[in-house]
């Protein structure tokens, strides 16, 4: 059984900054492409920033120059360096991991954002 379990959320006051974790277990297989999304309240899940395998990054324009993700390929980690962090940042941050052609989420954990 793939799980995917994030850490690293909370209340941070706007211009701070967050690193947000996932470490992803149970798989026979490796993993493919990681992503982080955010679901606010009211709106969408939306795509914050991508990595495949190689180290190929992919991010939000939103996020674009405030947001790393990284990933270590041999703990099966993905993290989310959060910096300059905006009111409207403020959402559940879910990690996600596409093994063996399925996709895979964590749980999410809350960032809060104050101004």
């Known amino acids: 059984q793939v799980q995917l379990v994030e850490s690293g959320g909370g209340l941070v006051q706007a211009g701070g900054s967050l690193r947000l974790s996932c470490a992803a277990s149970?798989?026979?297989?490796?993993?493919?492409?990681m992503a982080w999304y955010r679901q606010a309240p009211g709106k969408q899940r939306e795509l914050v920033a991508t990595?495949?395998?190689?180290?190929?990054?992919n991010y939000a324009d939103s996020v674009k120059g405030r947001f790393t993700i990284s990933r270590d390929n041999a703990k099966n980690t993905v993290d989310l360096q959060i910096n300059s962090l905006k009111p409207e940042d403020t959402a559940v941050y879910y990690c996600?991991?596409?093994?063996?052609?399925?996709?895979?989420w964590g749980q999410g954990t809350q960032v809060t954002v104050s101004s």
């Open positions: 996600n991991a596409f093994i063996d052609a399925r996709s895979y």
């Open positions: 149970g798989s026979r297989f490796s993993i493919n492409a």
């Open positions: 990595i495949t395998k190689g180290g190929s990054t």
